[in-house]
């Protein structure tokens, strides 16, 4: 890795209070929607009724509103709805050419459509290792894993911070690959001031409800500055049907419903103000955990130089075996937690066939022992931080 911003840096520049209220709330919630979607409940009541009434419910007008939004946001020439982020990413590797026999490496620390994705096409995932201070792929480790059966890299920005893109791409030149950024957690994130989803042939993102810009359902987008692979997307999401019944290649059925397009696009102005809140509660974090001491048997999240991460996660490291009594401490104090991920993906049972072991990829099998991670979502009180960060203390 390069070098790392300290935890001031993190903050962007802000300076925000870490101050608890004298009377600490009593639940803390992991992630809260309702606090989110509160604010716009009419507007997304209204939107909601315009498409019932419109009766366009699949690829209405909305659909390329909210195409044209991200397109736009991304730093793309298009931007092209789908079902779900899974399916972006299926779409994406159609559209590569990845099928039976090929290889396509990504993490094994991540969400389990990353590998899905990869299967369902008949081709293998080849599971790279990971950086221990952010969570990403090593692009080293993704170095040693091309054989010359690889196909495709798919690089997971995760938990809201880019992977070391430019180390990446070289390996993708040197080695005529395709990438694929996994962007489902990494909207308005930035690497070396590109946005995330504008420094491959295709970045996918998802709008499951969870995720920094999220419908209320799922939901998909892929973004690509190449004309023909846009063509080639368009045309896989509904069928390979061009025109009306006729097929020219065999797609899926993938298109954005316009009701999840419609509230999209309501959340969507709010999106930067919900960052940023995100980058202050993530600063906060930093200042709290320092002023108690506790760094020494916690470890705080790094951001990587060149890296300007929106924060879809706070996780943090427990050392010493603790993670998973410190998480029954937390749920004991009703305060939410989870756990991003407790089983890597090459020690899957449905991935058995590929050969892996446990001690594959010690880095991501680590991490999977030791983190742990916070609530850190839009909203979120100061005094809930600190409830957080005193229920920590107490417990280690």
């Known amino acids: 890795m390069g070098e790392l911003t300290t935890s001031s840096q993190i903050s962007r520049g802000?300076?925000?209070?870490?101050?608890?209220?004298?009377?600490?709330?009593?639940?803390?919630?992991?992630?809260?929607?309702?606090?989110?979607?509160?604010?716009?409940a009419e507007e997304?009541?209204?939107?909601?009724?315009?498409?019932?009434?419109?009766?366009?419910?699949?690829?209405?007008?909305e659909c390329e509103q909210l195409e044209s939004a991200i397109a736009e946001r991304?730093?793309?020439?298009?931007?092209?709805?789908?079902?779900?982020?899974?399916?972006?990413?299926?779409?994406?590797?159609?559209?590569?050419?990845?099928s039976n026999g090929d290889e396509v490496v990504c993490p094994s620390f991540t969400f389990f459509a990353t590998a899905s994705a990869i299967t369902r096409l008949g081709a293998t995932p080849v599971f790279a290792d990971?950086?221990?201070?952010?969570?990403?792929?090593?692009a080293a480790s993704v170095a040693a894993a091309i054989?010359?059966?690889?196909?495709?890299?798919?690089?997971?920005?995760?938990?809201?911070?880019?992977?070391?893109?430019?180390?990446?791409?070289?390996?993708?030149?040197?080695?005529?690959?395709?990438?694929?950024?996994?962007?489902?957690?990494?909207?308005?994130?930035?690497?070396?001031?590109?946005?995330?989803?504008?420094?491959s042939a295709a970045g996918c993102f998802s709008f499951y409800p969870t995720k920094n810009l999220g419908g209320c359902g799922d939901g998909g987008m892929i973004t690509t500055s190449d004309d023909e692979f846009a063509d080639r997307l368009r045309l896989l999401r509904a069928h390979g049907m061009r025109p009306r019944y006729?097929?020219?290649?065999?797609?899926?059925?993938?298109?954005l419903d316009t009701i999840q397009a419609a509230l999209l696009l309501v959340k969507l102005p709010w999106l930067a103000k919900w960052t940023s809140q995100r980058v202050a509660n993530a600063a906060r974090y930093q200042n709290l955990f320092n002023?108690?001491?506790?760094?020494?048997?916690?470890?705080?999240?790094?951001?990587?130089?060149?890296?300007?991460?929106?924060?879809?996660?706070?996780?943090?490291?427990?050392?010493?075996?603790?993670?998973?009594?410190?998480?029954?401490?937390?749920?004991?104090?009703?305060?939410?937690?989870?756990i991003y991920y407790p089983i890597p993906l090459h020690l899957q049972p449905c991935f058995a066939e590929f050969g892996y072991a446990r001690g594959s990829l010690p880095v991501t099998e680590a991490a999977a022992d030791d983190v742990l991670s916070l609530p850190i979502f839009p909203g979120l009180t100061e005094a809930e931080q600190a409830r957080v960060v005193e229920a920590i203390a107490e417990f280690l």
């Open 14 to 40: 802000a300076s925000p209070g870490v101050a608890a209220a004298a009377t600490p709330p009593t639940k803390v919630p992991l992630l809260d929607l309702a606090r989110e979607n509160g604010q716009l």
């Open 44 to 61: 997304m009541a209204a939107a909601f009724s315009r498409v019932m009434s419109s009766g366009r419910f699949v690829l209405g007008p």
């Open 74 to 98: 991304c730093g793309t020439m298009h931007a092209i709805g789908c079902a779900s982020g899974s399916d972006a990413l299926l779409l994406s590797l159609m559209a590569a050419g990845v």
């Open 130 to 138: 990971i950086h221990a201070d952010t969570f990403n792929i090593d």
């Open 147 to 199: 054989t010359p059966k690889t196909k495709a890299i798919i690089p997971v920005h995760l938990f809201g911070q880019c992977a070391e893109m430019k180390l990446i791409s070289d390996l993708a030149v040197e080695h005529q690959l395709t990438v694929v950024e996994d962007c489902a957690q990494s909207i308005d994130a930035s690497y070396n001031s590109l946005p995330s989803g504008s420094m």
């Open 246 to 255: 006729n097929h020219k290649v065999v797609g899926i059925n993938s298109r």
């Open 291 to 338: 002023n108690t001491d506790l760094t020494d048997r916690i470890t705080l999240p790094t951001v990587a130089a060149g890296c300007d991460p929106v924060w879809n996660q706070f996780t943090i490291r427990v050392a010493d075996g603790k993670r998973d009594a410190l998480r029954e401490h937390l749920r004991s104090c009703e305060i939410g937690s989870e």
